[in-house]
């Protein structure tokens, strides 16, 4: 288990006032996982900022869409309630310095209500912590790791947007699926990634090149539930950072071509003790070396993918990564070690753990934490049994169920969930199923390039 703790704020202050840093980044993650708040002064944040008083912002962040165009349907925040402000509160565990800017600091923050300071219940961090506290108040600690992978192109983000999104230049012209050579010259900016994150604390294992042309994956260390989440939110904006400062771009979209595999957020995730100090998934006396726990958290994973799968895939994009033969599975069955399948079960001893596939790299990380251990304490709950592992190829499979095709499918599962209902609670429940009927609705405002080159002129 990491040591939260990666900057003391003793030693914040020592490095402002020395210097060495002159702002800090104040945030908190949003409902499609961004970071979003405040650069402030050093000095502002010693005498104002770092203590219970925080800083304000809009509520309208929870209630708006990847534009920032705020959406109707929320309780939470609306135009009838005039979008007020809630109070972000340092968790100064989560103090860092974030190396690629120049004499900065971050820290992530709670969001709590103006008036009653009570935390804000629908924001993701809040999710995901609550479901933390039901696996303690059950005597578990849970662990995740992340593989979240995204391509990387040589047009600055600029040039990106000025060519409309399209004819983007790979950094690889070929596969390069664990290729040395390529990701050789790709080094000078993939390094930076590196040692970067290790600098900011987030630990690297390592990286390696992808299934595609320019596609890479950056392995982070494992760290209990809510830890591992700010580490991905902190990841995912930095490699954008630092693509920005080399004039490159990155895309952490699920499919940013249909004709190419897309972009996947394996998440592996397994049951400890209360303190954090050892695993409970593996025993030698079990078939399979699966502990009781084990197989019951496996069993209510799989009851639950359906259900759930909105938490995994939040966008009408998402659902194009979901192809036969891609990588991306399509079965909701488990098996040994078997990439065809949505859950696979690997690793040895304390490292025994369950990797869910379904996941791609836009998810919201702190959102799909939530729902893996929602359905991981759901099948202890009710012991359920996963079922023997799945032989063959998932993709051809006729007898298992299949993830959602689409978004529609997703928000109707979703919508009928008294499994998330009770896990989440109304309020979260309806917020999180606005988001989703919200993001569809949008969708059908407009009109794609495909639509156009099909229709203008032939029918």
Request: contains cysteine; hydrophobic residues 40%; negative net charge.
């Amino acid at each position: 288990m990491s040591a939260r703790a990666v900057l003391s704020h003793e030693t914040l202050e020592q490095l402002i006032h020395a210097g060495d840093v002159d702002t800090v980044l104040v945030v908190f993650p949003d409902l499609q996982g961004r970071l979003m708040g405040k650069r402030v002064t050093g000095s502002f944040y010693l005498d104002h900022v770092g203590g219970p008083d925080g800083i304000e912002a809009c509520n309208y962040l929870l209630a708006v869409d990847v534009d920032m165009t705020p959406l109707p349907g929320y309780r939470f925040a609306n135009w009838e309630q005039g979008y007020g402000d809630f109070r972000a509160v340092a968790d100064h565990s989560t103090l860092r310095i974030i190396p690629w800017l120049e004499k900065t600091a971050l820290v992530i923050c709670d969001l709590f209500d103006v008036d009653t300071g009570a935390p804000v219940e629908v924001a993701p961090r809040q999710i995901l912590r609550r479901q933390c506290e039901r696996a303690a108040a059950m005597g578990y600690t849970m662990m995740m790791g992340s593989e979240i992978e995204f391509f990387l192109f040589r047009e600055s983000f600029e040039e990106v947007h000025a060519k409309g999104f399209r004819e983007l230049t790979p950094h690889s012209t070929y596969i390069e699926d664990y290729h040395i050579l390529q990701t050789t010259k790709d080094e000078y900016f993939i390094r930076q990634v590196r040692n970067g994150m290790n600098g900011a604390g987030v630990p690297v294992e390592f990286s390696k090149g992808e299934a595609e042309w320019g596609q890479h994956e950056i392995n982070l260390r494992y760290a209990d539930a809510l830890e591992m989440a700010d580490r991905n939110a902190i990841y995912k904006n930095g490699v954008k950072e630092i693509a920005s400062l080399n004039e490159l771009s990155v895309t952490f979209m699920a499919e940013y071509d249909f004709a190419k595999v897309g972009s996947s957020c394996h998440i592996h995730s397994s049951v400890w003790d209360a303190e954090g100090k050892h695993s409970l998934m593996d025993d030698h006396h079990k078939p399979d070396h699966m502990s009781d726990v084990f197989r019951y958290y496996l069993g209510g994973l799989i009851a639950t993918a359906r259900p759930l799968s909105w938490m995994f895939a939040h966008y009408v994009n998402s659902y194009k990564r979901y192809q036969p033969d891609s990588w991306a599975p399509t079965a909701i069955a488990w098996g040994r070690d078997n990439r065809t399948c949505g859950f696979r079960k690997v690793g040895h001893g304390s490292g025994t753990r369950v990797e869910n596939r379904i996941p791609g790299a836009d998810a919201n990380t702190y959102l799909a934490f939530a729902a893996t251990i929602a359905g991981g304490l759901y099948g202890i709950e009710n012991q359920i049994e996963p079922g023997p592992a799945f032989e063959g190829n998932g993709y051809t499979a006729t007898d298992v169920p299949r993830v959602p095709w689409n978004l529609v499918e997703a928000i109707e599962l979703l919508e009928g969930s008294d499994i998330a209902r009770k896990a989440f609670g109304d309020e979260v429940h309806e917020h999180l199923l606005n988001t989703a009927k919200q993001e569809w609705a949008v969708f059908n405002k407009t009109v794609t390039d495909w639509e156009l080159r099909r229709n203008f002129e032939r029918i």
